[in-house]
């Protein structure tokens, strides 16, 4: 969520600024603006529009200049309008503005400083949290940006990234992050900032990552850096190489869908031609680390936290090993039992999630300190965060909706079962090959079950006019189910919920009508006929069911019963199959509705909030 750009070059900078933007929209966003200096001064153009009208707006004012900053904004602090969005000066009502600056974040003690600012002299046209930000630097202003970042940021609690230039020094950029990501961009007699190094894609590709208390300064011929005591201090510049083709859509309707029919190489890239299982797939000192564990702590958010859900069934049925997967944001606020012999396993697909990473810091500060980490991102913070880590390869994922960032953390999670089984002595050499080749088959599975979409895009167009649903699993698909619920309501802003299907008369058979479709998954298994038996409870309810079978579970279409059948059961791999029909079906609902698939109203990509 919210994204930054900066730029100080010896060109205009106003291209750059908006192709970082662009190259951002992914992450959620409800307004956006430029700011650059010009003509002696600082000018900005800011919109509640999409990106491409704010370009329309700066070609219109003719907008440029050699440095500036840029932002896509996710509303916390006041309303999606435009005297909100970001960039924010400071300086009117005290002459011309003369600081200009944007910021990605949450502070916690803005009211405070607001206060004091206001007893200042600083008049307030924002109700955001930033703006208190740019005051705070322009009061602490000497003739030296650099010193005045410094000094303001001391004074700051809670979570920031932020860039900021100013009038009396039009050749310098300066930022700084705490708890939020920020990246330096080198360039020949140019040099810039970005929340994500993709914002910079095709500008440059030597990144260098900033380090929670950095200051930077960012001048035309030189990079300079300060941690937080204000001690100089290098940080190491990593080649990156961002794949632009990535984000082209091709012959797609919407991202999502693009990235629903990457999965085949998606998983195929993850599982990294792999001959055989070894815990140094983790890391080098796996093999010790998971020799002394004796359970695993899973944490993550949304879509990830799903993974580690099924994960839990893997792991403790296989590797024989207890597993407590817990939702990062509600754990580092209670009261746990912490077990330094506990593996602390984070998953994220961006490995910046706000959330994901303070529950991981606290797990740590508790004496945990065997940590591993599933991440999409190499180069993230959680991956530097963590001992151990496993990179998946799903690729850039523009669709805010998660989807084969999901069946990618699967993968990696089912490869670490199988790790840590092999460690404990329960993987046989017959069962870690009869594994291998079902992992090998996934693309070919996974091709397969894309194959049924037409007969998916039928079931939406009955979906579409309903504004209820639910999603029923048992066992290792119960998390499946949760996944294809979250799935329908974020896109299609129908409301979905999950249940284990021997809930049903636990309460939710009272919801069922003729006008509340119930989807449900049915693998052949040792819970089909106990499946079987809850969905006779919602056929004499008179409800409508819409069943994802394995082709020799022997359910067939009759009145009120809906079946679309799976190509092949694929034992415990079988969740992951049937995690595919499920974002088609929520995919072609939401099509079916009209709604803005890949940027689902008040969501965004990548939560470095809390």
Not at 25 to 47: F, K, P, Q
Not at 275 to 298: M, Q, R, T
Not at 367 to 384: D, K
Request: one cysteine or more.
């Amino acid at each position: 969520m919210c994204g930054i750009v900066g730029a100080v070059a010896q060109r205009d900078v106003t291209p750059i600024l908006v192709e970082g933007l662009k190259r951002l929209e992914y992450r959620g966003y409800d307004s956006c603006g430029v700011a650059v200096y010009a003509e002696g001064g600082l000018r900005r153009t800011r919109s509640t529009q999409r990106v491409a009208e704010l370009e329309r707006e700066i070609q219109a004012e003719k907008l440029a200049g050699y440095t500036g900053i840029a932002h896509t904004r996710w509303a916390t602090h006041g309303a999606p309008a435009t005297h909100n969005a970001h960039p924010h000066f400071s300086g009117q009502g005290r002459g011309e503005p003369r600081i200009a600056l944007v910021h990605n974040g949450i502070i916690e003690n803005h009211d405070e400083l607001r206060s004091e600012l206001s007893a200042a002299g600083y008049e307030f046209e924002s109700q955001t949290d930033t703006e208190v930000i740019a005051h705070l630097i322009d009061h602490s202003y000497d003739g030296d940006l650099f010193a005045a970042v410094q000094q303001a940021t001391q004074r700051l609690e809670g979570a920031y990234a932020i860039a900021v230039f100013c009038r009396d020094e039009p050749h310098r950029v300066v930022g700084a992050r705490q708890g939020s990501p920020l990246v330096v961009g080198l360039g020949e007699g140019e040099n810039f900032l970005a929340s994500d190094a993709m914002a910079l894609a095709g500008t440059t590709d030597q990144i260098i990552y900033l380090e929670d208390g950095d200051v930077v300064d960012l001048q035309l011929a030189r990079v300079w850096l300060a941690d937080r005591q204000g001690r100089p201090v290098e940080r190491a510049v990593h080649t990156v190489h961002s794949h632009t083709a990535a984000v082209e859509l091709g012959p797609y309707r919407h991202y999502m869908q693009k990235e629903i029919f990457e999965q085949p190489r998606a998983v195929g890239d993850t599982l990294q031609d792999i001959e055989n299982i070894s815990p140094e797939l983790f890391g080098d000192d796996a093999y010790k680390v998971f020799k002394e564990i004796d359970s695993l702590l899973i944490l993550a958010c949304g879509t990830s936290f799903y993974a580690g859900l099924t994960a839990k069934y893997w792991i403790e049925s296989i590797a024989k090993i207890p597993v407590n997967v817990e939702i990062a944001s509600e754990y580092r606020y209670r009261d746990s039992v912490p077990n330094p012999r506990s593996l602390v396993v984070t998953i994220s697909q961006s490995g910046e999630t706000a959330d994901t990473l303070a529950a991981l810091k606290h797990a740590r500060s508790l004496g945990m300190e065997h940590t591993l980490t599933i991440c999409n991102v190499s180069t993230s913070a959680m991956v530097r965060e963590c001992k151990l880590a496993y990179i998946t390869r799903a690729g850039v994922e523009i669709g805010v909706a998660s989807t084969k960032a999901f069946t990618t953390q699967l993968t990696a999670l089912y490869l670490l079962t199988l790790a840590l089984a092999q460690v404990k002595g329960r993987l046989t050499e017959e069962k870690e090959a009869e594994s291998l080749r079902a992992l090998r088959h996934l693309p070919v599975a996974i091709q397969a079950v894309l194959a049924l979409e037409p007969q998916i895009m039928a079931w939406a167009d009955r979906f579409a006019p309903k504004e209820n649903a639910l999603f029923l699993g048992r066992g290792m698909h119960y998390p499946i189910a949760l996944e294809g619920a979250l799935k329908l309501k974020e896109i299609s802003y129908i409301h979905a919920e999950a249940y284990p299907a021997g809930e049903l008369k636990h309460g939710p058979l009272a919801l069922v009508t003729e006008n509340m479709p119930v989807v449900t998954i049915a693998p052949r298994d040792e819970l089909l006929e106990k499946l079987k038996s809850n969905m006779q409870e919602v056929r004499a309810r008179g409800g409508e069911l819409y069943v994802f079978a394995d082709a020799d579970t022997k359910i067939a279409n009759a009145e009120g019963m809906h079946v679309i059948r799976m190509p092949e059961h694929y034992g415990k791999l079988s969740p992951l199959l049937h995690t595919i029909p499920l974002q088609l079906l929520a995919y072609h609902t939401a099509c079916a509705r009209g709604t803005d698939v890949d940027k689902p109203r008040n969501l965004a990509k990548s939560v470095t909030v809390e």
